[in-house]
């Protein structure tokens, strides 16, 4: 079994930054693609953006130039660096993570979700 933690999460004001992180454990024999995920209220679950395993990110256009995803393969580890933050962006934000594990089988994860408030 693969589990997902996120932390990092709380309520900034807009314009100010938080870093979310989430790290992975389980039986993990490859890690492919990580990424993070949000879901507005009355909204449907986004794709925020993504990383591969090479290290390559992918992002929606709401948030570029504003956001940073990053990975630490060694610990296991996947960031989300947000700056510049806007009231719409508050959502609860999901880790995910796809790969092997030692037995063989694909997974594919999710972490419980972190609460991002942005508001004056």
């Known amino acids: 079994q693969v589990l997902l933690a996120e932390s990092g999460g709380g309520l900034v004001q807009p314009g100010g930054s938080l870093r979310l992180s989430c790290a992975a454990s389980?039986?993990?024999?490859?890690?492919?693609?990580m990424g993070w995920f949000r879901q507005a209220p009355g909204k449907q679950r986004e794709l925020v953006a993504a990383?591969?395993?090479?290290?390559?990110?992918n992002y929606v256009d709401s948030v570029k130039g504003r956001f940073t995803i990053s990975r630490d393969n060694a610990k296991r580890m996947v960031y989300l660096q947000m700056n510049s933050l806007k009231p719409e962006d508050t959502a609860v934000y999901y880790c995910?993570?796809?790969?092997?594990?030692?037995?063989?089988?694909?997974?594919?994860?999710w972490g419980q979700g972190t609460q991002v408030t942005v508001s004056s």
């Open positions: 995910t993570a796809d790969g092997t594990d030692h037995s063989g089988t694909l997974f594919d994860a």
């Open positions: 990383i591969d395993k090479d290290g390559k990110p």
């Open positions: 389980g039986s993990i024999w490859l890690m492919n693609g």
